[in-house]
């Protein structure tokens, strides 16, 4: 059983940065492949950034290529996104995922994740 809390969301204007935090306990946290979705409201549920176990592979939405950035540390069992030069349309809840399988590689699709935060509000003002 893994439990996941994100943190770090808030309100910013447009062009401000945020960094949201995903701290995990339960399991061997290493072993996980760990992603950020996000949803806003009316609107499907989207991979934003996607990172491996070790953090040596990573992939990202191309609409935030170049502005968000994924890591993790492993020895704080942490996933962290640093968001740069938000968006009115970057606003939407924050989900942190775990993934059993890949944990040496990518996992791109919701139905590849395990495990859940219960989200964080990012709200852009213009």
């Known amino acids: 059983q893994v439990q996941l809390v994100e943190s770090g969301g808030g309100l910013v204007q447009a062009g401000g940065s945020l960094r949201l935090s995903c701290a995990a306990s339960?399991?061997?946290?290493?072993?996980?492949?760990m992603g950020w979705f996000r949803q806003a409201p009316g609107k499907e549920q989207a991979v934003v950034a996607a990172i491996s176990g070790s953090g040596g592979n990573t992939y990202y939405k191309e609409s935030v290529k170049g502005r968000f950035t994924i890591s993790r540390d492993n020895t704080k069992n942490t996933v962290y996104l640093r968001m740069n030069s938000l968006k009115p349309e970057d606003a939407a809840v924050y989900y942190c995922a775990a993934s059993r399988q890949p944990s040496s590689d990518l996992a791109l699709t919701s139905n590849e994740y395990d495990y859940w935060g219960q989200g964080t509000q990012v709200t852009v003002s213009s």
């Open positions: 339960g399991g061997t946290f290493s072993r996980y492949a």
